[in-house]
């Protein structure tokens, strides 16, 4: 885990861009030896104006002046204990946002800001924070269902990192199984913190029975919009064998 960043610390990054019905993106970039590793942040406009920032990166200020005209921040969502490199920023930035993760992230997470929740506290019926299953409830995701379909957003469960950016991210990207050649579940992460493969596997395969199932948003590549079900029913039988 790299350092965690005091100062609003902007990186390369793309526009924010509209995937859905009050969900946003922003596909950035961590500086690595000899590349630049994508990362992706999630915004999600939540009832009454507030927003839901998942992963938080921080952006150049034209950026956040988009940002905050969609409402005002009163969540940073750290999905994961890897993911809270820019935490202390943001929350300097937003002192009375709340911060949440998975319960199994707490103790790394409170060493960047306190940890307001670790259960869905958002307050919004079409959106539903939950801990991942057989993870060692270290890992998030959140299930949107808006009338324009529905939305799972998932951390290092998945990855989708068709790009990798310079010879560092190449080699990373595919030593440890980040998706480059299809989405997957990176082998690392399998590794570290998948704790029970049946129930992570269940979950997966739950996911992939939401009716209006219409993307899968990750924290590292491209946003999946072709096929998404079929995406979670072929790493769910991967975790499972």
Not at 72 to 94: C, E, N
Request: overall charge negative; hydrophobic content about 45%; glycine content about 8%.
């Amino acid at each position: 885990m790299s350092r965690l960043n005091d100062e609003w610390k902007v990186e390369k990054h793309g526009p924010l861009e509209m995937l859905g019905e009050g969900l946003h993106t922003v596909a950035g970039e961590i500086v690595m030896p000899l590349g630049h590793f994508p990362r992706r942040m999630t915004v999600l406009t939540l009832r009454g104006r507030r927003l839901a920032v998942w992963s938080a990166i921080p952006l150049s200020e034209p950026q956040m002046a988009q940002l905050e005209a969609l409402g005002s921040v009163d969540f940073l969502i750290v999905p994961g204990a890897s993911h809270r490199l820019d935490l202390k920023a943001w929350k300097r930035r937003y002192p009375t946002a709340k911060v949440v993760c998975p319960p199994g992230a707490r103790e790394a997470v409170a060493e960047a800001a306190p940890v307001d929740a670790t259960t869905d506290v958002l307050d919004d019926p079409t959106v539903a924070f939950q801990t991942v299953p057989g993870v060692g409830d270290k890992e998030a995701a959140l299930v949107v269902r808006r009338a324009d379909g529905t939305s799972l957003v998932v951390n290092d469960i998945i990855a989708n990192v068709h790009h990798p950016d310079g010879l560092g991210a190449k080699v990373m990207a595919r030593l440890m199984g980040f998706g480059v050649n299809e989405p997957q579940m990176p082998w690392v992460g399998e590794k570290m913190f998948v704790k029970d493969h049946a129930a992570l596997a269940a979950a997966l395969r739950a996911w992939a029975a939401e009716p209006a199932l219409a993307r899968i948003v990750v924290s590292h590549g491209d946003v999946i919009t072709e096929r998404p079900r079929e995406v979670l029913e072929k790493i769910a039988a991967d975790i499972a064998q």
